[in-house]
């Protein structure tokens, strides 16, 4: 019994075929979705999506969307994704400082909440690179 | 008896050229007229006028030829975009469902055309479905606003219904079209507007020469509560247990935004697709027509010009005749 996993953003689909089970962080924290799961609609936050296939596990960083699971299909809509290994790990470091300093000049309410959207945009696409190796 | 066969081939001559293009070319301002009467009372018009729109002709031909590859790169380039943003808007369809008829008190119609002309029939449909769907939405208790991108519906909405509209955001087409964009256009809309429907109408590709006129429907979370509670295709929805934030209410929100984003930047792509396909199409029946005027003037100035030579033959050897004998 496999799921159907398909990862939709404006711009291209991501992922389409079966996976064996799915690791989702949604705004009340990280689900495992094995098959024949109950049917739920979520919100999905900004953080990584870990894939289980034959053994092995695939990152893949999402920055917030939805997701729909039901009838072992799985379908994710996401504004924006970037697969682990597509990530350049000094890069994604690099943002990652850049960020945390952003966060600790930010003045201001709305500065300091896209600091922190920002930082936690970073610190996923560094956990995405962490998590495959 | 030469003079008989001359006079014979002169009137000949006098029945090939019809008086057609001569009024035509009478009538357009831009050409002065240089007609003579030949010697069997024959209308000319000068080979000159002729050869002057011949080369307008051609010209308008080279124009309307270069803008139909331009159109063709275009469409090539936004073609690959569209289909990769249709994958997105299906699973919203099956989760919220597509209702055109549900039945709402405040309608919006959200008109997508383009802003440059010469792109054929499409921005009058969007435009005729949009006032029928006004039509048919509006009775004692339900009201139908406009929103409209682009100058064409622009135009031709302004014209009747300018109490109707909301909002109007022109030159789309300046700026690269990507998700960031619209949502921002999608944000600014929801800010807005008051809906309790949201209707999109735009012309969906199917192919370079098929265009569809589309509706589609997004409904505002209040409404889905409703439509799902009462059955039907949305009961599906509470079947699902939704999770992830305070309430269910904020979640439908959120995913109704979402929805109506990811439509819109689907809606966009696909209207400026069809634009640029109509563009080609219109293009090239345009340079095909050019083509056809050109063959025909080209007759006529060969026409023309052996009249004229014709007629000189006469005077010369009418008068050479006369002075022999």
């Given at each position: 019994?496999?799921?159907?996993?398909?990862?939709?953003?404006?711009?291209?689909?991501?992922?389409?075929?079966?996976?064996?089970?799915?690791?989702?962080?949604?705004?009340?924290?990280?689900?495992?979705v094995l098959p024949n799961h109950a049917p739920i609609a979520t919100a999905v936050d900004i953080g990584i999506l870990?894939?289980?296939?034959?053994?092995?596990?695939?990152?893949?960083?999402?920055?917030?969307?939805?997701?729909?699971?039901?009838?072992?299909?799985?379908?994710?809509?996401?504004?924006?994704?970037?697969?682990?290994?597509?990530?350049?790990?000094?890069?994604?470091?690099?943002?990652?400082?850049?960020?945390?300093?952003?966060?600790?000049?930010?003045?201001?309410?709305?500065?300091?909440?896209?600091?922190k959207l920002a930082l936690r945009r970073a610190r996923t696409r560094v956990e995405a690179i962490n998590a495959i190796s | 008896m030469a003079m008989a066969a001359l006079r014979r081939e002169g009137r000949r001559f006098a029945?090939?050229?019809?008086?057609?293009?001569?009024?035509?070319?009478?009538?357009?301002?831009?050409?002065?007229?240089?007609?003579?009467?030949?010697?069997?009372?024959?209308?000319?018009?000068?080979?000159?006028?002729?050869?002057?729109?011949?080369?307008?002709?051609?010209?308008?031909?080279?124009?309307?030829?270069?803008?139909?590859?331009v159109a063709a790169s275009k469409l090539r380039a936004i073609q690959t975009k569209t289909e990769n943003s249709r994958g997105l808007w299906q699973p919203f369809t099956a989760l919220l469902g597509d209702l055109p008829s549900a039945d709402v008190k405040k309608n919006v119609v959200v008109t997508i055309s383009s802003d440059k002309g010469l792109c054929g029939g499409i921005n009058s449909t969007s435009v005729k479905i949009s006032k029928g769907l006004h039509k048919l939405n509006s009775g004692p208790e339900k009201e139908t606003k406009y929103v409209i991108l682009g100058e064409k519906a622009k135009a031709q909405l302004v014209r009747d219904s300018k109490k109707d509209i909301e909002l109007i955001i022109t030159e789309l087409q300046k700026n690269p079209l990507n998700y960031t964009q619209v949502s921002v256009l999608a944000d600014e809309i929801l800010k807005n507007v008051e809906y309790d429907a949201l209707r999109i109408v735009f012309n969906k590709f199917q192919s370079v020469v098929s265009f569809v006129p589309t509706v589609s429907t997004v409904l505002s979370p209040e409404i889905v509560e409703r439509e799902a509670e009462s059955g039907g295709k949305l009961g599906d929805l509470d079947s699902y247990e939704v999770e992830g934030g305070e309430t269910k209410g904020e979640i439908l929100q959120n995913l109704a935004e979402f929805q109506f984003s990811c439509t819109m930047f689907n809606a966009v792509l696909e209207?400026?697709?069809?634009?640029?396909?109509?563009?080609?199409?219109?293009?090239?029946?345009?340079?095909?027509?050019?083509?056809?005027?050109?063959?025909?003037?080209?007759?006529?100035?060969?026409?023309t010009r052996q009249a004229s030579i014709t007629t000189e033959l006469i005077e010369i050897i009418s008068g050479a005749s006369a002075l022999e004998g």
């Amino acid at each position: 019994m496999t799921l159907n996993l398909s990862v939709l953003t404006p711009n291209r689909i991501v992922w389409d075929s079966e996976v064996k089970e799915i690791i989702l962080s949604t705004n009340s924290g990280k689900i495992s979705v094995l098959p024949n799961h109950a049917p739920i609609a979520t919100a999905v936050d900004i953080g990584i999506l870990r894939i289980r296939l034959n053994d092995q596990w695939l990152t893949i960083a999402l920055i917030g969307g939805f997701a729909r699971i039901g009838n072992n299909e799985i379908t994710i809509l996401i504004n924006d994704t970037e697969k682990g290994s597509d990530i350049d790990p000094q890069e994604a470091q690099q943002a990652l400082e850049i960020a945390e300093a952003n966060l600790r000049k930010a003045e201001g309410k709305r500065q300091k909440i896209e600091a922190k959207l920002a930082l936690r945009r970073a610190r996923t696409r560094v956990e995405a690179i962490n998590a495959i190796s | 008896m030469a003079m008989a066969a001359l006079r014979r081939e002169g009137r000949r001559f006098a029945s090939l050229i019809s008086p057609r293009p001569i009024t035509a070319v009478r009538s357009s301002p831009l050409y002065p007229t240089l007609e003579d009467e030949g010697p069997l009372g024959l209308r000319h018009i000068s080979t000159q006028v002729v050869r002057n729109r011949m080369k307008s002709v051609k010209n308008i031909q080279k124009i309307t030829k270069a803008m139909k590859m331009v159109a063709a790169s275009k469409l090539r380039a936004i073609q690959t975009k569209t289909e990769n943003s249709r994958g997105l808007w299906q699973p919203f369809t099956a989760l919220l469902g597509d209702l055109p008829s549900a039945d709402v008190k405040k309608n919006v119609v959200v008109t997508i055309s383009s802003d440059k002309g010469l792109c054929g029939g499409i921005n009058s449909t969007s435009v005729k479905i949009s006032k029928g769907l006004h039509k048919l939405n509006s009775g004692p208790e339900k009201e139908t606003k406009y929103v409209i991108l682009g100058e064409k519906a622009k135009a031709q909405l302004v014209r009747d219904s300018k109490k109707d509209i909301e909002l109007i955001i022109t030159e789309l087409q300046k700026n690269p079209l990507n998700y960031t964009q619209v949502s921002v256009l999608a944000d600014e809309i929801l800010k807005n507007v008051e809906y309790d429907a949201l209707r999109i109408v735009f012309n969906k590709f199917q192919s370079v020469v098929s265009f569809v006129p589309t509706v589609s429907t997004v409904l505002s979370p209040e409404i889905v509560e409703r439509e799902a509670e009462s059955g039907g295709k949305l009961g599906d929805l509470d079947s699902y247990e939704v999770e992830g934030g305070e309430t269910k209410g904020e979640i439908l929100q959120n995913l109704a935004e979402f929805q109506f984003s990811c439509t819109m930047f689907n809606a966009v792509l696909e209207n400026a697709c069809s634009e640029q396909g109509a563009r080609m199409s219109a293009m090239d029946s345009s340079s095909r027509n050019a083509g056809d005027m050109l063959d025909r003037l080209t007759l006529t100035y060969n026409r023309t010009r052996q009249a004229s030579i014709t007629t000189e033959l006469i005077e010369i050897i009418s008068g050479a005749s006369a002075l022999e004998g």
